[in-house]
């Protein structure tokens, strides 16, 4: 294992730890490195996030734990943030995030909204089991590019599939991406959804692909 393949493991596994003081020092030692701050971030501290939402999901891990985790991740990117190059944040943006009417499972949501952050995009985290107008009207007065949804049930999927049939009806420009364990592809395809992700660091390539456009 190279050098670098120990930091960036070593970071993944102080976020699942929740070891705020190692991360940091990890933080450090990458750019000592000369580990590219943004590879750092995804490759390091969003796969040790990553770990830790799977957990979650199968009960492995519980709340206070995942609290430690996102608080030891934010100390090590608050050391790399600076030194990530501006053009790999490929176009910056205002995104709105939001768990769905009916849904109040927002592990997910926190995580993507982190790390959306860390891509340096401006993100309005409108917050979990939230209604429609809401929606709206943060797109309306921030002129949001981009609308995020998440459903972890499949009761709360109906609802996800209205707000994006109000959101196409009102703003047709802005770009709606959707995510959450109940859904796929074929179901952000069905409902006119502009993307689909189905973990953290996969809706920041989403975001940015669905920005550039």
């Known amino acids: 294992m190279t050098a670098k393949d120990e930091i960036l493991n070593g970071l ?14 990890l933080a450090n030692k990458a750019l000592e490195n000369n580990i590219d701050a943004y590879e750092a971030v995804i490759n390091g501290c969003t796969c040790g996030m990553s770990i830790v939402s799977d957990k979650y999901e199968k009960r492995e891990m519980f709340v206070p734990e995942i609290l430690m985790a996102a608080r030891a991740m934010n100390g090590a990117v608050e050391v790399l943030k600076p030194h990530i190059k501006a053009d790999e944040i490929k ?11 009916g849904d109040i499972h927002d592990i ?3 995580l993507v909204k982190l790390l959306l952050e860390t891509a340096g995009l401006t993100v309005f985290d409108l917050g979990k089991d939230v209604v429609p107008e809401d929606i709206l009207d943060n797109v309306r007065e921030e002129k949001t590019d981009l609308v995020a949804l998440s459903a972890l049930m499949t009761t709360s999927m109906m609802e996800m599939k209205e707000d994006v049939k109000l959101l196409k009806e009102e703003f047709p420009n802005v770009k709606i991406m959707v995510g959450g364990a109940p859904v796929s592809q074929e179901f952000c395809d069905s409902i006119g959804a502009d993307g689909y992700a189905d973990n953290a660091s996969e809706a920041i390539r989403v975001a940015q692909r669905l920005l550039a456009e």
């Not at 993944?12 to 020092?25: L, M, P, Q, T, Y």
């Not at 176009?91 to 009417?101: F, M, N, P, Q, R």
């Open 12 to 25: 993944a596994d102080a976020v699942v730890k929740g070891d705020e003081s190692k991360c940091i020092e």
């Open 91 to 101: 176009e910056t943006g205002k995104v709105a995030i939001a768990v769905v009417l």
């Open 108 to 110: 997910g949501k926190n």
